[in-house]
């Protein structure tokens, strides 16, 4: 292999599929990058074996063709020493090769490409649709904080994929709160569904630029292809039935609050300070007009309270929520006021963006009520 790459370029490129590199693995291969010089286009390969990402650069005089396996660590931290400028990459032996600049010099080793090993795909069986980028980010940003790490039910350590003939919904839940992102602009010719664990998920949201237009999505039983720009990212998806998440949805919470999310968020964020350390309890009592949020520690002598200004004309209602969960879903619901619907004290509470908000309808939040 012989070529000649922009420094700033490759350090893009291979950050680009950094994330796949494993810590430690079992096989020492996969600490490696998989290079693989076709023409004037250099594919750059990492891999865990669950995830798998390859992403390609164009270079400059490329004189001879090859495959290598190059060690991650060194690669990374020698290519951010280096300034922009031209970068020389020649295998000078069987088991080593140089990287030359403008005044030095490098010597690494690389091990055979045949080490490396194959990875998976979707077969023939296939579902694809187009994502619009933005639309992708989003959704995963508005739901991957529900994802759940629970050994016994893995299906909820990831988000549920929802295809519909007119919308898809990402869904995830921890069993403790519910979120639902819709959009309309992902349709499908037919239903289908797919579990994406946070993982994948994380990375993807991280590395989807806002301009790479739609994101080309290729799925099967068992893995899922993601296509945007000159980047492939290839998931092993999450085995199993995802639970039927519509049927916790309440239809008939008619007790409903409207107030400033900005507002409801630090007041929550204040009197939190006093709640219990062990169980974050913090209660709402609401009558008409009035919203009090309180939390006390009785251990420590501790307690809070704040009245916020809101719109409620329901019934008068007291109901315990743990003030993290409560934190997470305002936090990552972005619109300017929000809905809370609510049955009594002891059912889930609905949080939706107000029916003003241009998210109206995207995003549906469910919360379980807390006891002290």
Request: hydrophobic fraction near 40%; proline fraction near 5%; charged fraction near 20%.
């Amino acid at each position: 292999m012989k070529l000649v790459v922009s420094s700033s370029e490759l350090l893009k490129g291979i950050m680009t599929v950094a994330k796949a590199i494993p810590a430690k693995s079992a096989l020492p291969i996969l600490e490696n990058f998989l290079f693989d010089l076709k023409g004037n286009l250099l594919e750059i390969t990492a891999s865990d074996s669950e995830l798998t990402m390859r992403t390609s650069i164009e270079v400059e005089n490329a004189e001879e063709e090859g495959q290598i396996a190059i060690p991650a660590k060194h690669l990374m931290d020698l290519l951010k020493e280096l300034p922009d400028q031209p970068l020389s990459i020649k295998t000078t032996s069987d088991t080593s090769f140089e990287f030359s600049w403008a005044n030095g010099a490098s010597t690494l080793p690389y091990f055979p490409a045949s080490d490396y090993p194959p990875f998976s795909t979707t077969s023939d069986a296939t579902v694809s649709l187009d994502f619009p980028s933005q639309s992708l980010v989003d959704a995963i940003a508005s739901t991957i904080y529900a994802t759940a790490d629970d050994e016994i039910r893995p299906t909820m350590n990831g988000i549920y994929f929802d295809i519909d003939m007119d919308s898809t919904t990402l869904v995830a839940s921890d069993a403790h709160k519910l979120v639902c992102y819709t959009t309309s602009d992902v349709k499908a010719s037919e239903k289908a569904s797919f579990i994406l664990h946070k993982k994948p998920a994380a990375i993807l949201r991280s590395i989807i630029g806002k301009n790479s237009g739609n994101v080309e999505i290729t799925f099967d039983s068992s893995n899922a292809v993601f296509k945007f720009d000159n980047t492939i990212v290839i998931c092993r998806l999450v085995v199993g039935k995802y639970p039927r998440y519509r049927d916790v949805i309440p239809q008939n919470n008619s007790n409903v609050m409207k107030i400033d999310r900005l507002q409801l968020l630090n007041s929550v964020r204040r009197v939190s300070v006093c709640a219990n350390k062990g169980s974050n309890h913090i209660k709402f009592n609401l009558s008409a007009g009035s919203l009090e949020i309180t939390a006390q520690d009785l251990g420590f002598s501790l307690a809070a309270y704040e009245k916020v200004p809101c719109e409620y004309d329901g019934d008068d209602l007291t109901i315990g929520f743990k003030s993290t969960f409560l934190v997470e879903m305002l936090s990552n619901i972005g619109c300017d006021e929000v809905l809370m619907k609510f049955a009594d004290g002891t059912r889930p509470a609905v949080i939706v963006p107000s029916e003003e908000d241009e998210e109206s309808g995207k995003i549906c939040g469910i919360l379980m009520p807390s006891i002290a």
